[in-house]
C-alpha cells in the first residue's frame, strides 16, 4: 500500500518552522516549529487553544500561514491547499469521520476512485463490496455486511473506514487526531498495534492526543505545543508524562489571576447523583453562592455533557438538579434561563453570540422583557444599558450598533457574558470561556468572572486549560470517563497534578501495552 | 438573513449536538416501516382500484397510466437529479422550480418552429436546446452567483413564463406532426409509446445515477459536501450539471407535452407543485431513504394510478393533490420525529 | 460611549457598496417611474396612479407583509395564498348566508389564522422545515377547496344580495381615499410597528438570523414561531377579504397568484435594509416597484406578457446583488 519510501529517521518528512497565524485580533500560532522525521510516530500535544488544531488545518492546506515555511520530503511549499496535500501523500483520520452516512462501506471508501466494470462507465459495485470486504478482514479482521451504511457502523468501525481509505490512497504522512477519544479500551488497542504496523511500513505518523499515557507508549518523539510556539521536541524515552504535562502548562501567570476572597454563602447549584449513561455516571457537587467552582476531563470525561444538561440541553436519566434551592427538571435551555442558569457555550460563534446581530440585540436578546413595555421596546433604556455593560466590560466596539462579526474573540466573549449581567444571572455556566481570546481580553475575562462571583453569582467553569482553571478557582472537579475522579482546593494544588488526574496517565499507564 | 434555514427543520439548530452515531432500534423500526409501508399502500392502493374501479387492472389502463405520467416522470426525475446533488434536507436544499415552465417554454418552441414550417428534427434540438440553456441560466446563478437555488429558480421560473407567454400570447399553439403522432400513437404491445419512452429514460436515468461514478459522486455532494470535498470532488461542477440535467429533461417533457396535447398549452406552471411532491416522496421507495431515479418512478406511477382511479370511479382527481399533501407531510414527519428521536 | 478602537478596518469600502445597493432599489423606482411617464401619457394620471395602488399594490403588499412575517423568523410560507383563499370563502360563505358583516369578516381572519395554525403544528410542533410544510398545506388546501365548492366552482354573491358594508370594504371611500388604502396603511404600519419595535419582532429577527444563539438565550423559539404563522395566516387572510369585497366572489385557489411576488417583494425588500435583514418598509417598496413595472408595461402597449418577464428579470437582479452582497460581507 505505501510507495517508496525513504528508510526512518533519513531526513524530515514535515518540516514546518517559524508558523505565524492570526485570526482576526488573535494568535493562534506565533512561530511554531514542527520537524518529524520520516517513519516515525511522532506525538503533537499542547492544551485547548495552544495551536494544534491551527498547525493541522494549516497541514491540511485549510489556511494560509502569514509567516513561516513549510517543507515536505524536503520540497517547500509554501501554499497548501487540500488538493495538493493529498498529492503529496498527507491524509488525515479526522474526528468527524468524513463519511456520505448513506453509502454503503465499499462506496465510501471508494469514493473518488471508484472501479470501473471494465470496457464500461458503470460502477463496478462487486469489484468494491469484495475489496473492501478483504481489506477490513485481512488488516482490521472487521467483518461486515455488504448492506452496511456508514450510519450504521459504531464509531470505531467508521474510524477503521477512514483510516482505510487513507490508505487506499498511498499515504506517506498519515495524521491523527484524536483518535482514541470515542474509542473504548479493546478498540484503542487495535488502533495502536495498527499504527505501530504502519510505522513499520514506513509510514511517517502524525498522532494528536491529550492521554499522554498513549504518547508515551505509542510515539517515538514528541512536540509541545504551548501558545502557539513549541516549547520543546522530546524523544519520548528520554521522558515522561509528567514531564511532558507540566511543559503543556502555562508558567509564566504572574498576575494574570485576580486575587480571591473566599467568601461562599448557601449553595446556589446542587447536583446528586447525575446519571447518564454513556456519558456520566454518579456525579454529584454543588456551588455555593459567590464560589468559582472548575470542572475539567477530557473527550469522553462526561464533562461537556454535564453542562449540557444543567443548561437543559440534554437531560439525564437519574439524579436530582437543585437550583436556588429548588429542585428542578430542564427539558429545554428557557427553563433553565428562567431558573436564573445562564451558560456562555464554547462554540461562541454557533451558539453563544450572532454574528449578524449587533452588540446591542446580543446584549439584551436574554433580558428583553426588562426593557418591554406593553409590547414595546423601550430603546432609550435598552441603549443606557447596553452602554453600560460595553463601558464596565470594556467592550471594544466601533459602537453599540456594531455587528458583532466586527468585533475580536475576546470581545464577542465580552458580550457573550454581557448578555447575562444584563438579565442578572445568579449561577453562571462558563464552557471553555477564553478560548480563542488574546491574552490581554483573557486577564479581562478573568476579573469578569472574579467579578461575578463577587457579586453573589454561583460560577462553574468547565475548562482544560488547567492553569487559567487552578488560577481563578476556588475548587476543582475531575472526571474522568464519566465520573469526578477527584476534588482539589485550587489554593493547593498544581496544573501538574490535575493533569495527573485529569489525563488518567496514572491508569493510562497500565493499559496502554 | 439566513435563507439557508428555509430546508431546516426548527430543531436542527444546535452546533453543539454532535449527529446522530448509530440508528437505534426504535429508529431502525420507523425506517423499515416507512420504507415498507410505502410499498405496502402502494400494493394497496392498486389493489383497492382493481377492485373497485373497472377496467382498471387492464393493459389498455395501465399502459394508458403509464403514458399519462410520462410527462410528470420525465419532470420529476430530472428535478430528483437536483435534489441528488444539492440535498434533500439540509442547508443547500437543492431544487429547481423552473421546471414547469422550461417544459412549458420548450413545448412553445417546439410548436413554433413547427408552426414555422420547419421540420421535427429542428424543432427537437430548438426545444432541447431551450431546455438546456435556461438549466444553463440555473447553474450560472446558483454556483458562480450563489444566489439559493430557491430562489435563483423561482426569478428564473418567471422570466421563462413570462417567456412563454410571449411566444404563445396565451394560447395554445396547434402542432402536428407524423413524428409526433407517432409519439402520442399505440406501441407494441399496445402499450402508448411515450409509456416506452417512460421506460427507456428511466433506464437511462438510473444507469448514470445509480451505477456509474459520477451519479455516486452526485449523492456525495448533496448529502454531505464537506466528505465530497475532501474525496476532491468538484462540488460546483456536479451541482452545476445537476441543473443542466433538469433542464433537459424539462426540454424533452416539453417534446413529450406537445404530442400528447396535439401542440402547447397554457397551464404547464399548474405542473410545478405536483412535480416537486412527486420527487420529494420518490424517496420513501429507497432502501435508503434517499432521492432515486426509481423511487420517483413510482412516485410518479403512484400519482397517476391515483388520478386513474380517481377518474374511473368519477371522483374529483383535483383530490389528489391533497392526498400528496398528505403524504408529504406525514413523510415529512415521520423522518423528522425520527430524526429527533435519534438526537 | 465606545470604549477605544473602533474596529472597521475592511468594512468601509464595502458599506459604499451597500449604500449603492440599497439605495439602487429607491433609485430604480424613480427611474422607472420616470421612464413609464415619459412612455406613456395616460401613466401619470390620476385615475392610473389609483388604479395601480388599489389593484396592484394593495392586496399584493399584504400577502407580501404577511410572507415577510414568516421570513424574518427564518422561514418561508408558500401557503398564503391558501390563507387568502380560505378567508375569502369564509366571508362569501357567511354573507351568503345571511350573517352580518362584521361576523363574517371575523371569520375570515380567523379561517387565515387556521391555516397559519396548521402551519405552526407542523413547523413548529413536529419540527418540519417550513418550506415542505408550507407546500404540504397548500396542496392540502387546494383540495379542500374543490371539496367545499363541489369542484372548483366559484362562488358568486348576487348583485342584490351585498349588505352595504360589505360593498364599502371594497368600493368604499373616507376622505375621497379608497377603503382598501386605508386597511393597507393601517396594515403597514402595524406590521411596521410590530417588526422593528417590540420584543416580539426583536425576538423573530434573533430567530430568523440565528435560532441556535435565540435558544440558548433561554428564548422559547417554538412558540414564536408558531405565533409568527398564525400571523401571516391573519395577515393574508385580509388581503382575502378585501379582494372578495372588491370582485364580488370567491374563486377557489384564486390566491396563489401572489405567492411568488410576494416572495419577489420580500426579498427585494431585504436589499434595502443595511444589514440585509428582511422588513417591512423594503417589502412595500418592493411591491411598490413590481406593481409600477407590471401596470406602466401594459401602458406602454408592450405585450401584456412582458411584465411577467419585465418582473421576473428583476427579481433575477435584485436577488443576485443581495447574494453577491452577502457573500462579500461574509469573506471580510
Not at chain 2, 229 to 240: E, F, M, N, Q, T
Amino acid at each position: 500500500m505505501s510507495q517508496s519510501i525513504p528508510a526512518a529517521g533519513s531526513g524530515f518528512a514535515l518540516n514546518i518552522k517559524g508558523a505565524v497565524k492570526h485570526f482576526g485580533g488573535a494568535r493562534a500560532l506565533s512561530g511554531a516549529s514542527l520537524a518529524v522525521r520520516h517513519g516515525t510516530v511522532h506525538g503533537l500535544v499542547g492544551q485547548n487553544g495552544a495551536g494544534k488544531s491551527t498547525l493541522i488545518k494549516v497541514l491540511a492546506g485549510l489556511h494560509r500561514l502569514d509567516q513561516g515555511s513549510i517543507e515536505i520530503d524536503g520540497q517547500q511549499h509554501d501554499t497548501l491547499t487540500p488538493h495538493l496535500a493529498e498529492e503529496l501523500g498527507i491524509h488525515f483520520i479526522h474526528q468527524d469521520r468524513l463519511l456520505v452516512p448513506t453509502f454503503t462501506v465499499g462506496e465510501a471508501l471508494f469514493l473518488g476512485r471508484e472501479p470501473r466494470i471494465p470496457g464500461t462507465p458503470f460502477l463496478d459495485r462487486r469489484a468494491m463490496q469484495r475489496q473492501a470486504a478483504e481489506i477490513l478482514d485481512r488488516y482490521f479482521g472487521l467483518r461486515l455486511p455488504n448492506s452496511a451504511l456508514i450510519a450504521d457502523l459504531s464509531t470505531a468501525e467508521k474510524q477503521i473506514v477512514q483510516i482505510t481509505r487513507a490508505l487506499l490512497h498511498g499515504p506517506k504522512i498519515l495524521v491523527f487526531d484524536e483518535p482514541t477519544a470515542a474509542l473504548v479500551r479493546r478498540e484503542a488497542d487495535i488502533l495502536f498495534s495498527l499504527i505501530r504496523r504502519l510505522r513499520d511500513e514506513g509510514i511517517t505518523i502524525i498522532y494528536i492526543s491529550h492521554y499522554l499515557g498513549e504518547i508515551e507508549a505509542l510515539c517515538d518523539e514528541v512536540t509541545i505545543l504551548r501558545n502557539g510556539i513549541d516549547v520543546a521536541t522530546l524523544a519520548v524515552r528520554d521522558t515522561s508524562a509528567a514531564a511532558i504535562a507540566s511543559l503543556m502548562i502555562e508558567r509564566d501567570i504572574g498576575e494574570m489571576f485576580p486575587k480571591r476572597k473566599l467568601a461562599t454563602g448557601a449553595p446556589v447549584l446542587s447536583v446528586s447523583r447525575l446519571s447518564s449513561p454513556g456519558k456520566y455516571q454518579d456525579v454529584s457537587f454543588h456551588v455555593g453562592q459567590g464560589e468559582i467552582v472548575g470542572v475539567t476531563g477530557l473527550l469522553g470525561s462526561g464533562a461537556k455533557e454535564l453542562l449540557r444538561a444543567l443548561f437543559g440541553l440534554e437531560a439525564p436519566q437519574s439524579g436530582e438538579i437543585v437550583a436556588g434551592g429548588k429542585p428542578v427538571r430542564f427539558k429545554r435551555p428557557s427553563d433553565a434561563v428562567r431558573d436564573h442558569l445562564a451558560l456562555v457555550p464554547e462554540d461562541r460563534r454557533g451558539n453563544g453570540i450572532a454574528l449578524d446581530l449587533s452588540v446591542t440585540e446580543n446584549t439584551t436578546i436574554a433580558s428583553l422583557r426588562r426593557f418591554t413595555h406593553l409590547g414595546f421596546l423601550d430603546r432609550a433604556g435598552e441603549r443606557a444599558e447596553v452602554d453600560e455593560l460595553i463601558e464596565r466590560l470594556q467592550v471594544k466596539t466601533s459602537g453599540r450598533d456594531a455587528l458583532l462579526r466586527s468585533l475580536s474573540g475576546g470581545n464577542q466573549q465580552k458580550v457573550a457574558i454581557a448578555k447575562w449581567l444584563s438579565r442578572h444571572s445568579e449561577i453562571y455556566l462558563l464552557d471553555e470561556p477564553t478560548v480563542g481570546v488574546d491574552v490581554g481580553s483573557k486577564v479581562e475575562i478573568y476579573r469578569l468572572i472574579g467579578d461575578l462571583a463577587a457579586r453573589g453569582a454561583g460560577v462553574l467553569v468547565l475548562s482544560t486549560d488547567l492553569a487559567e482553571l487552578v488560577g481563578i478557582t476556588d475548587r476543582i472537579l475531575v472526571l474522568f470517563r464519566g465520573r469526578v475522579v477527584k476534588e482539589f482546593v485550587s489554593s493547593e494544588t498544581s496544573p501538574d497534578a490535575v493533569l495527573a488526574e485529569a489525563t488518567g496517565s496514572l491508569e493510562g499507564r497500565r493499559h496502554v501495552s | 438573513m439566513s435563507v439557508n434555514a428555509l430546508f431546516t427543520s426548527t430543531f436542527d439548530t444546535d452546533s453543539e449536538t454532535p449527529p446522530a452515531k448509530r440508528r437505534n432500534w426504535g429508529g431502525q423500526a420507523a425506517a423499515i416501516a416507512l420504507r415498507g409501508g410505502s410499498f405496502i399502500a402502494f400494493a394497496a392502493i392498486l389493489l383497492y382500484f382493481s377492485i373497485t374501479a373497472p377496467f382498471f387492472f387492464t393493459i389498455g389502463n395501465i399502459g394508458n397510466v403509464l403514458g399519462q405520467s410520462a410527462i410528470l416522470g420525465v419532470l420529476a426525475i430530472g428535478l430528483t437529479v437536483v435534489i441528488i446533488a444539492g440535498g434533500s434536507n439540509v442547508v443547500t436544499g437543492g431544487i429547481d422550480l423552473s421546471v414547469a415552465a422550461n417544459m412549458g417554454l420548450s413545448a412553445a418552441v417546439y410548436a413554433t418552429v413547427i408552426q414555422l414550417g420547419y421540420g421535427d428534427g429542428l424543432a427537437v434540438l430548438a426545444a432541447i436546446s431551450t431546455g438546456a440553456l435556461i438549466g444553463a441560466v440555473n447553474a450560472f446563478a446558483v454556483v458562480i452567483v450563489g444566489v439559493v437555488p430557491l430562489l435563483a429558480t423561482l426569478a428564473v421560473m418567471n422570466v421563462v413564463a413570462g417567456l412563454e407567454l410571449v411566444l404563445t400570447q396565451n394560447t395554445v399553439v396547434p402542432a402536428a406532426t407524423d413524428f409526433l403522432s407517432f409519439l402520442s400513437a399505440a406501441g407494441p404491445f399496445g402499450l402508448p409509446v411515450l409509456a416506452y419512452v417512460l421506460l427507456v429514460f428511466t433506464a437511462i436515468a438510473t444507469a448514470v445515477v445509480q451505477f456509474t461514478p459520477m451519479g455516486l459522486r452526485l449523492y456525495a455532494t448533496g448529502e454531505f459536501p464537506d466528505a465530497a470535498r475532501a474525496a476532491g470532488l468538484p462540488v460546483k461542477g456536479l451541482i452545476a450539471g445537476s441543473f443542466l440535467a433538469s433542464g433537459f429533461c424539462a426540454g424533452l417533457a416539453g417534446i413529450l407535452s406537445v404530442s400528447y396535447l396535439s401542440g402547447s398549452t397554457t397551464g404547464a406552471g399548474d405542473m410545478l407543485l405536483p412535480v416537486v411532491v412527486t420527487a420529494l416522496l420518490g424517496t420513501v421507495f429507497s432502501r435508503r431513504l434517499v432521492p432515486t431515479i426509481i423511487g420517483t418512478l413510482l412516485s410518479a406511477l403512484l400519482v397517476g394510478f391515483l388520478v386513474n382511479g380517481f377518474q374511473l370511479l368519477n371522483i374529483s382527481s383535483t383530490l389528489v393533490n391533497g392526498v400528496q399533501g398528505l403524504l408529504i407531510i406525514l413523510v415529512v414527519s415521520a423522518t423528522t420525529l425520527l430524526r429527533r428521536q435519534e438526537n | 460611549m465606545t470604549a477605544g478602537l473602533a474596529s472597521r478596518g475592511a468594512n468601509s469600502g464595502r458599506s459604499i457598496l451597500d449604500r449603492l445597493v440599497r439605495y439602487a432599489l429607491i433609485v430604480a423606482i424613480i427611474t422607472v417611474f420616470a421612464a413609464f411617464s415619459a412612455a406613456a401619457p395616460t401613466f401619470l394620471a390620476p385615475a392610473n396612479l389609483q388604479s395601480i395602488l388599489v389593484n396592484n399594490f394593495t392586496l399584493l403588499a399584504i400577502v407580501a407583509i404577511a410572507m415577510t412575517f414568516a421570513v424574518s423568523a427564518g422561514g418561508i410560507d408558500l401557503s398564503v395564498g391558501t390563507a387568502v383563499d380560505f378567508a375569502s370563502f369564509a366571508f362569501v360563505s357567511l354573507v351568503l348566508s345571511g350573517q352580518p358583516v362584521p361576523l363574517a369578516l371575523l371569520a375570515g381572519v380567523a379561517s387565515g389564522a387556521l391555516v397559519g395554525a396548521f402551519n405552526a403544528v407542523l413547523i413548529a410542533g413536529i419540527g418540519i422545515s417550513p418550506f415542505l410544510a408550507t407546500l404540504g398545506t397548500l396542496f392540502i388546501g387546494r383540495s379542500l377547496q374543490q371539496l367545499l365548492t363541489n369542484g372548483g366552482n366559484p362562488v358568486y354573491l348576487p348583485p342584490a344580495g351585498i349588505p352595504e358594508a360589505f360593498r364599502f370594504i371594497g368600493h368604499g371611500a373616507i376622505f375621497g381615499v379608497p377603503f382598501p388604502l386605508i386597511v393597507v396603511l393601517v396594515v403597514i404600519a402595524a406590521s411596521a410597528a410590530v417588526l422593528s419595535k417590540t420584543r416580539f419582532g426583536r425576538v423573530l429577527t434573533a430567530i430568523g438570523i440565528q435560532t441556535s444563539v435565540a435558544r440558548y438565550s433561554g428564548i422559547a423559539v417554538p412558540a414564536h414561531v408558531a405565533v409568527t404563522y398564525i400571523v401571516a395566516g391573519a395577515i393574508a387572510a385580509i388581503a382575502g377579504l378585501i379582494l372578495t369585497s372588491t370582485v364580488t366572489v370567491y374563486i377557489p385557489s384564486s390566491g396563489n397568484a401572489f405567492l411568488l411576488n410576494a416572495i419577489g417583494a420580500t426579498f427585494i425588500g431585504t436589499t434595502l435594509s443595511p444589514l440585509g435583514r428582511p422588513n417591512i418598509p423594503g417589502t412595500v417598496l418592493g411591491v411598490l416597484l413590481l406593481s409600477i413595472v407590471s401596470n406602466g408595461l401594459l401602458l406602454t402597449g408592450l405585450n401584456f406578457y412582458w411584465q411577467q418577464v419585465g418582473t421576473g428579470l428583476l427579481i433575477f437582479v435584485v436577488l443576485s446583488i443581495s447574494f453577491v452582497n452577502q457573500r462579500a460581507k461574509r469573506r471580510a
